[in-house]
């Protein structure tokens, strides 16, 4: 059975910094791209960032400098660094696996940014 589980979230202050955590089990993790996602109230799901499974990075314009993803093959984790987060980084964010066909999704957790 695959699981991924998120975990770091939280209510931070804006300019605060948080780091998300993304376990996976059942799954060869280090074959696997992982990617994170956000959806804020009443809107639709963001990809945010990427990473292969070589560690090739990528992200969405409005996260560049200030998010870091990151891989432990040998903890099966993915890791999203959040640095200076603003009130508009408040959503639900949700890490993804991905190889050729199969994708699986994590639940999600809350992140507030708020003072």
């Known amino acids: 059975q695959v699981q991924l589980v998120e975990s770091g979230g939280g209510l931070v202050q804006p300019g605060g910094s948080l780091r998300l955590s993304c376990a996976a089990s059942?799954?060869?993790?280090?074959?696997?791209?992982l990617r994170w996602y956000r959806q804020a109230p009443g809107k639709q799901r963001e990809w945010i960032a990427n990473?292969?499974?070589?560690?090739?990075?990528d992200y969405v314009d409005s996260v560049k400098g200030r998010f870091t993803i990151s891989r432990d093959n040998a903890k099966n984790t993915v890791y999203l660094q959040m640095n200076n987060l603003k009130p508009e980084d408040t959503a639900v964010y949700y890490c993804?696996?991905?190889?050729?066909?199969?994708?699986?999704w994590g639940r999600g957790i809350q992140v507030t940014v708020s003072s």
């Open positions: 059942g799954i060869i993790f280090s074959s696997y791209a």
């Open positions: 993804d696996a991905r190889l050729f066909t199969r994708t699986y």
């Open positions: 990473i292969t499974s070589g560690s090739t990075t």
